[in-house]
């Protein structure tokens, strides 16, 4: 996935130790936690209520223009590159035992990373995993 090698090439160009494939945004997608386990779904939001924590924090009273920016462009965390969001109408719910699908797409994640970091950083899977 060249989104992939362009994330690692950028932390590595910048000196993290710490360097990821960008994933955080797909675990904000209720598609990536049924991959993951059983158990959820989703509902309609009712009269009034919110679909995210973001739209509910009392930290948009202290942050108002950061938060009023993220409202304004539909983003999440208002970071460059990130892709805009429709608003949110359904709320995640518990619908059924909790319960681990295996590791398969953890493990097809963890692959794709692997692949572009030898390239893109020789010797740092050697020293950091």
């Known amino acids: 996935m060249p989104v992939v090698a362009n994330v690692v090439k950028r932390q590595v160009e910048i000196g993290l130790d710490c360097i990821g494939d960008g994933e955080y945004w ?6 990536w936690f049924d991959q993951q386990m059983t158990g959820l779904g989703t509902r309609p939001l009712r009269p009034g209520e919110v679909g995210s924590m973001r739209e509910a924090t009392r930290e948009r009273d202290v942050f108002r223009t950061l938060y009023a920016d993220m409202d304004r462009v ?8 990130e892709r805009s969001r429709p608003p949110t109408r359904e709320r995640v719910i518990v619908n ?8 398969g797409a953890t493990q097809r994640q963890l692959d794709c990373f ?9 010797g740092w899977l050697d020293h950091h995993l």
Not at 74 to 81: E, Q, S
Not at 114 to 122: E, I
């Open 96 to 103: 059924g035992p909790i319960k681990s699908r295996g590791t």
């Open 114 to 122: 692997k692949a572009f970091v030898p390239a893109l950083a020789p």
């Open 26 to 31: 797909s675990a904000l997608d209720i598609r």
């Open 74 to 81: 539909g983003t999440i965390a208002c970071v460059p590159g």
